[in-house]
């Protein structure tokens, strides 16, 4: 089974794109930030599955049209889905092919966008990564020692890099992946260099009988450049409001055949450090990131009063992308780390949730997750007790304005947050709704 042609028209920034796809190896779709790459292959994850990740606007004044050409089984039809202000349908040309529809064989369609991902950290079993070395041999892949290597950091408790963990962990994706199967990924270079950019690619183009849809940024022009690659640009995005939009709720992976997470306190598992005491922290401050150094002796209630003000924060601006707060790097984007007891992670995570359930309106825990990061020493050996916590807050479209515990609207700015006023509140409802068009308050921006 293969996907030969991509039309999408209407679908959050994007107006109209029409794409031929090759049908086997590496399609790779290109474009800025905000350009709709994500929300493509989010078009095509409602279009085969279901469209519970979609949100709907109605301010807009057009329909939207996702449609796939798929080829499987020696047929060929068209498979869409049509989008209104308020729903989706989901429709095929003629009747006979309501049949070869109903054939897809969805084990087969893999889904990976690791920047989506909600999980406090990653959890491997020896076995999988065993499997993914394997795999890699039996591609008869040259070179790539890096796996090895991270095995073995993690089973002496050493430090590993982000981008080792992120090559493990597609590297332990990858290794499931059957023939025949069409494997959609958005961001999966994001956190590699040039060189390990090359590696990933030379995996990829020796999986034969797997068809790859994938959309980066423009960050390394010169790997797209790579023979086996078919490169699409994507058209700049759309001012117009469309009438449907990727929510940006997790995507799952779609791996129906894999064994079920690693326990974490099970003997096969290895659970990888990525922090270490004074060294630069990847992520500067932004308006979806918050950096916070923890000071003095009361180090759960600054937590849990940063975190209900920024979660609250971040939900009222309405962010397109996952906002975080991390704890535990000071203002030179060192990190610091959290020096933290079990009953202090524990006490955390109940107050956070208690704060959060007296918001009005409630605030749901699909919104947000605390995760707790361990940290290793400057020589990376892991500690016991210090840690990198970490708030993330889920992009959430709504008309309202979320208040905390204590009666208090905040929204995020660029540098840090702003309680507003009572007279704020109002102007800001207001600006919302005109903006609108209808009188909903609902639109796509902060």
Same mark, same amino acid.
């Given at each position: 089974?293969?996907?030969?042609?991509?039309?999408?028209?209407?679908?959050?920034?994007?107006?109209?794109?029409?794409?031929?796809?090759?049908?086997?190896?590496?399609?790779? =779709?290109?474009?800025?930030?905000?350009?709709?790459?994500?929300?493509?292959?989010?078009?095509?994850?409602?279009?085969?599955?279901?469209?519970?990740?979609?949100?709907?606007?109605?301010?807009?004044?057009?329909?939207?049209?996702?449609?796939?050409?798929?080829?499987?089984?020696?047929?060929?039809?068209?498979?869409?889905?049509?989008?209104?202000?308020?729903?989706?349908?989901?429709?095929?040309?003629?009747?006979?092919?309501?049949?070869?529809?109903?054939?897809?064989?969805?084990?087969?369609?893999?889904?990976?966008?690791?920047?989506?991902?909600?999980?406090?950290?990653?959890?491997?079993?020896?076995?999988?990564?065993?499997?993914?070395?394997?795999?890699l041999k039996d591609l008869e892949i040259q070179g790539h020692h890096i796996l090895g290597t991270c095995q073995a950091k993690m089973e002496t408790d050493?430090?590993?890099?982000?981008?080792?963990?992120?090559?493990?962990?597609?590297?332990?994706?990858?290794?499931?992946?059957?023939?025949?199967? =069409? !494997?959609?990924?958005?961001?999966?270079?994001?956190?590699?260099?040039?060189?390990?950019?090359?590696?990933?690619?030379?995996?990829?183009?020796?999986?034969?009988?797997?068809?790859? =849809?994938?959309?980066?940024?423009?960050?390394?022009?010169? !790997?797209?450049?790579?023979?086996?690659?078919?490169?699409?640009?994507?058209?700049?995005?759309?001012?117009?409001?469309?009438?449907?939009?990727?929510?940006?709720?997790?995507?799952?992976?779609?791996?129906?055949?894999?064994?079920?997470?690693?326990?974490?306190?099970?003997?096969?598992?290895?659970? *990888?450090?990525?922090?270490?005491?004074?060294?630069?922290?990847?992520?500067?401050? +932004?308006?979806?990131?918050?950096?916070?150094?923890?000071?003095?002796?009361?180090?759960?209630d600054a937590i849990v009063a940063n975190a209900e003000i920024y979660i609250n924060a971040y939900l009222n601006s309405r962010p397109k992308e996952i906002?975080?707060?991390?704890?535990?790097?000071?203002?030179?984007?060192?990190?610091?780390?959290?020096?933290?007891?079990?009953?202090?992670?524990?006490?955390?995570?109940?107050?956070?949730?208690?704060?959060?359930?007296?918001?009005? *309106?409630?605030?749901?825990?699909?919104?947000?997750?605390?995760?707790?990061?361990?940290?290793?020493?400057?020589?990376?050996?892991?500690?016991?007790?210090?840690?990198? !916590?970490?708030?993330?807050?889920?992009?959430?479209?709504?008309?309202?304005?979320? +208040?905390?515990?204590?009666?208090?609207?905040?929204?995020?700015?660029?540098?840090?947050?702003?309680?507003?006023?009572?007279?704020?509140?109002?102007?800001?409802?207001?600006?919302?709704?005109?903006? +609108?068009?209808?009188?909903?308050?609902?639109?796509?921006?902060?």
């Open positions: 089974m293969y996907i030969s042609e991509l039309q999408v028209h209407n679908f959050g920034p994007i107006k109209k794109q029409h794409i031929a796809l090759h049908p086997e190896g590496i399609n790779l =779709i290109t474009g800025d930030n905000a350009a709709g790459k994500t929300q493509l292959l989010a078009s095509l994850y409602a279009t085969f599955f279901d469209d519970e990740i979609l949100q709907y606007h109605q301010a807009a004044r057009e329909n939207g049209l996702t449609l796939l050409r798929i080829h499987s089984d020696g047929k060929t039809f068209d498979l869409m889905r049509r989008y209104t202000s308020h729903s989706s349908q989901l429709m095929v040309n003629h009747f006979d092919d309501l049949a070869s529809a109903s054939k897809i064989n969805r084990e087969h369609l893999f889904f990976y966008f690791p920047e989506l991902e909600r999980t406090g950290y990653k959890k491997y079993a020896k076995s999988a990564i065993r499997k993914g070395i394997l795999f050493f430090l590993m890099s982000v981008a080792e963990q992120r090559y493990l962990d597609l590297i332990c994706f990858l290794s499931e992946i059957p023939p025949d199967s =069409i !494997v959609i990924g958005d961001s999966i270079l994001s956190a590699f260099d040039p060189e390990m950019c090359r590696m990933v690619l030379e995996i990829l183009t020796k999986m034969k009988g797997i068809q790859f =849809i994938l959309a980066e940024g423009n960050h390394w022009k010169d !790997v797209f450049t790579h023979e086996a690659i078919h490169h699409v640009p994507l058209l700049p995005p759309s001012g117009e409001i469309s009438p449907v939009s990727y929510n940006y709720h997790m995507i799952p992976r779609n791996r129906p055949n894999a064994p079920k997470s690693a326990d974490p306190a099970a003997e096969d598992t290895i659970v *990888p450090i990525s922090y270490r005491l004074g060294d630069v922290f990847p992520y500067g401050e +932004s308006r979806t990131v918050e950096l916070k150094e923890i000071k003095g002796n009361r180090v759960c906002g975080k707060i991390f704890w535990g790097v000071n203002d030179k984007r060192l990190i610091t780390g959290v020096r933290l007891s079990y009953s202090d992670i524990d006490t955390i995570q109940k107050r956070i949730s208690e704060a959060l359930s007296h918001a009005e *309106p409630l605030v749901s825990p699909d919104l947000y997750d605390v995760k707790f990061h361990r940290v290793a020493s400057a020589d990376g050996k892991v500690l016991s007790d210090v840690y990198i !916590v970490e708030a993330d807050v889920y992009p959430y479209l709504n008309n309202h304005l979320i +208040s905390t515990s204590r009666g208090e609207v905040y929204i995020k700015t660029p540098g840090g947050k702003q309680k507003l006023s009572n007279l704020q509140i109002q102007e800001l409802l207001l600006l919302r709704a005109s903006l +609108s068009g209808d009188g909903t308050g609902k639109t796509d921006e902060f």
